[in-house]
């Protein structure tokens, strides 16, 4: 089993920054590929970016690309989003993700592991 425990969201202002963090523990050595969700007010939960654990490949929606970014610390055992020029419909609740293998990424039903989500809004 892994264990996610998503922080850093807040209430920000268009334009501004917030950084996301997910500490994982339990057995990291079976976690291949990390990523991060979110799901907004009425909406579908919807991939925002992932990271592959060994080797650090990075992939994201075309939504948040140029603005968003996705970093790992492996001795921390901890994934990290970086998110700046922050829009109103940036606004969701964010999830950790973690799952085995490092196809899929984009694909929530893909994932096994979760956190309980971290709130981030954005006013304009």
């Known amino acids: 089993q892994v264990q996610l425990v998503e922080s850093g969201g807040g209430l920000v202002q268009a334009g501004g920054s917030l950084a996301l963090s997910c500490a994982a523990s339990?057995?990291?050595?079976?976690?291949?590929?990390m990523g991060w969700f979110r799901q907004g007010p009425g909406k579908e939960r919807e991939f925002v970016a992932a990271?592959?654990?060994?080797?650090?490949?990075?992939y994201y929606a075309d939504s948040v690309k140029g603005r968003f970014t996705i970093s790992r610390d492996n001795a921390k055992n901890t994934v990290y989003l970086q998110m700046n020029s922050l829009k109103a419909e940036d606004t969701a609740t964010y999830y950790c993700?973690?799952?085995?293998?490092?196809?899929?990424?984009?694909?929530?039903?893909?994932?096994?592991?979760w956190g309980q989500g971290t709130q981030v809004t954005v006013s304009s």
């Open positions: 993700a973690a799952k085995k293998g490092t196809w899929a990424w984009a694909v929530s039903r893909a994932y096994d592991y």
């Open positions: 339990g057995s990291i050595l079976s976690i291949d590929d």
């Open positions: 990271i592959l654990w060994s080797g650090g490949s990075t």
